[in-house]
């Protein structure tokens, strides 16, 4: 009966080590294609708040034609323009928003809560390594070490993405509020425009 208990007790601590290694194997892949994904969005930001910065010199200079314009259908259409600016504008900040916001942010807060309650240790416990196959034993300490090694690499690269973002959604905000006073101001002038004869 005791050797059936050990026996037993052999299995399930064998199996709980190889679904260890397997969760921890599992863990870097996810973080390292976080990882590989966030560099890219990175390497956007520069382009994204260039593209914002066209867009808004774009409706100013834009404005600036319409104010020197007294022709009401030419204003008219000028504003129209202006509008398409702040439609351009728009699509970058769904763009920004299904890259940070959707695909990365979660994903990235969870691995890094994931990580950060994790000491990263790979020392033996007890628990899983008592009357556990030496196989299963080896595998974990390696996916141990691969995921502490991932772990010590994760950490800081989300803190320097997630304050990269933090950036651009803010030049993001600042962007939309330029564009909306850019807006205002176009569509005052058709407004004069209409209310005066040409």
Request: with cysteine; aromatic share 6%.
């Amino acid at each position: 009966m005791n050797e059936l208990k050990s026996k037993g007790l052999f299995i399930a601590n064998s199996n709980r080590a190889a679904d260890r290694a397997r969760q921890l194997r599992e863990l870097v892949r996810h973080a390292e294609v976080w990882i590989a994904n966030a560099e890219l969005f990175a390497r956007k930001i520069p382009e994204a708040k260039g593209r914002y910065r066209q867009i808004e010199d774009r409706m100013q200079s834009l404005i600036a034609a319409e104010r020197n314009t007294g022709d009401s259908v030419a204003r008219s259409e000028i504003s129209v323009t202006v509008t398409q600016g702040d439609l351009a504008g728009g699509e970058i900040d769904l763009a920004v928003n299904q890259a940070w916001d959707i695909n990365l942010e979660g994903d990235g807060t969870s691995l890094n809560r994931e990580f950060a309650g994790w000491n990263g240790s790979c020392e033996n416990t007890s628990d899983l390594h008592q009357r556990a196959s030496a196989q299963s034993i080896q595998d974990w300490e390696q996916a141990c070490k691969q995921a502490s090694v991932e772990r010590d690499g994760f950490l800081p690269i989300f803190k320097d993405i997630r304050r990269q973002a933090a950036d651009l959604k803010s030049f993001q905000a600042a962007a939309q509020e330029h564009r909306k006073v850019l807006m205002d101001k176009a569509s005052q002038f058709v407004d004069v425009s209409y209310g005066s004869p040409n």
